[in-house]
């Protein structure tokens, strides 16, 4: 069990901070709330300690809470501090190190690791000083989630939405995840490597959900054979019954949300290496098993796009020295393979042709296409295609 301390800012994404209270329950965890003066407007003080089963801290001039638990002994009893909602102005407030009300004084005093999950509207989150306060709370070692797109309360479209509760456990769980130790030789001793594996479950109702074929195995076969060089490998997996290689961290995760979440809250990398086949659509998820019925029709599933995890990763302020995507094509593999590297902006696409058993199989042929060319490799187990990649990938980041 680890013990949160959330930090709930004012906004109306406040109101999942119940939902992802109840989450973290559910996972185990102690969860102590502190709520800004804002957050009073969008959430009570009784339902988030009904949630908590404990206490609700919201002010810094309380007698009786100082005297019994001190703020600064609060700021430190937990294993992670999140705050969720951050909006803009506690977003600035902590960048600069104000400490006027409870929750900036415990962000102030805390030693825990800190995730903050931004949430406003679209052009607040892109202006000049939210990206510039992001900018120095990531360099003060803050773990600043990017906020989903979407449509917003305002009425407006675009980045800014808080992330949905299970995204925000996925990065949680992210940060607790062990470091796994590097051996003290090997040519990727001291790189820290990131790795997606498997595919993602977009769930349409509590029984039913889109997937593809993807087993995971040569995901989970490039993590430990970059381990076996040397590398701490943190694997971002999807839902699938593997087992963890050795010397590899292992983070699970279900739908594409939650995995673009891990990886972000994973970073920094040295090298991602993104195999996972991530679903391209999501539906919105109906709270009921949707019934057939004998004179209904057949319902029609309207798509949302999903995060695209690759090219988000390629273009980040903190973008990995070496990226490499993965292309699973049915047709014009190398064409198509070669549009999507530079459509994604990464430096590398391992190119396969899928049309046969290669996705449940234990045997693959790839295409390595990289600036200088595209690279055939003969068919060859899965193990062996990812031994030869990790050697490609240590000698990538030795040069």
């Not at 930090?7 to 973290?24: H, Q, S």
Request: charged share 20%; aromatic share 4%; with cysteine.
């Amino acid at each position: 069990m680890k013990r949160i301390l959330l930090v709930v800012g004012g906004g109306i994404a406040a109101y999942k901070a119940c939902e992802l209270v109840r989450l973290l329950r559910r996972r185990g965890h102690a969860v102590r709330c502190v709520m800004t003066e804002a957050a009073h407007h969008f959430v009570t003080p009784m339902t988030l300690a009904a949630l908590s089963e404990d206490k609700v801290y919201t002010t810094l001039w309380d007698l009786k809470d100082e005297a019994e638990m001190g703020h600064i002994q609060l700021s430190r009893e937990a294993d992670l501090v999140v705050v969720a909602p951050a909006s803009a102005d506690l977003l600035a407030r902590m960048a600069n190190g104000l400490a006027g009300d409870l929750a900036t004084t415990l962000l102030l005093a805390t030693d825990k690791p800190v995730l903050a999950v931004p949430a406003m509207n679209v052009r607040m989150w892109g202006h000049a000083a939210t990206r510039r306060n992001v900018a120095q709370l990531r360099a003060d070692g803050v773990t600043v989630m990017e906020p989903d797109e979407g449509p917003m309360a305002c009425g407006e479209y675009g980045p800014g939405r808080l992330p949905e509760p299970e995204a925000i456990g996925a990065a949680i769980d992210a940060m607790f995840a062990p470091a796994a130790h590097a051996p003290a030789r090997g040519p990727l001793a001291g790189a820290h490597l990131l790795v997606t594996a498997g595919p993602t479950h977009e769930p349409i109702d509590p029984v039913r959900y889109l997937a593809n074929r993807s087993s995971g195995q040569q995901g989970f076969a490039i993590a430990g054979a970059l381990a076996a060089l040397g590398g701490r490998v943190t694997l971002v997996a999807g839902p699938v019954a593997l087992p963890t290689p050795a010397g590899v961290t292992r983070i699970d995760v279900e739908t594409a949300r939650e995995m673009a979440a891990a990886v972000d809250a994973a970073l920094p990398a040295d090298a991602a290496v993104m195999v996972a086949a991530v679903a391209d659509w999501r539906v919105e998820t109906a709270a009921q098993k949707i019934k057939k019925g004998d004179a209904a029709p057949a319902p029609t599933l309207a798509l949302v796009e999903n995060p695209d995890i690759l090219a988000t990763l390629s273009r980040s302020p903190r973008r990995p020295r070496l990226v490499v995507g993965f292309a699973a094509e049915t047709e014009r593999v190398i064409e198509h393979a070669t549009a999507k590297q530079r459509r994604k902006g990464c430096d590398w696409i391992v190119a396969n042709d899928v049309s046969g058993d290669v996705m449940g199989g234990d045997a693959n042929a790839v295409d390595l296409v990289t600036a200088d060319g595209v690279e055939h490799w003969p068919r060859a187990p899965k193990g062996a295609v990812a031994e030869r990649l990790a050697h490609r990938i240590a000698d990538a980041l030795k040069d």
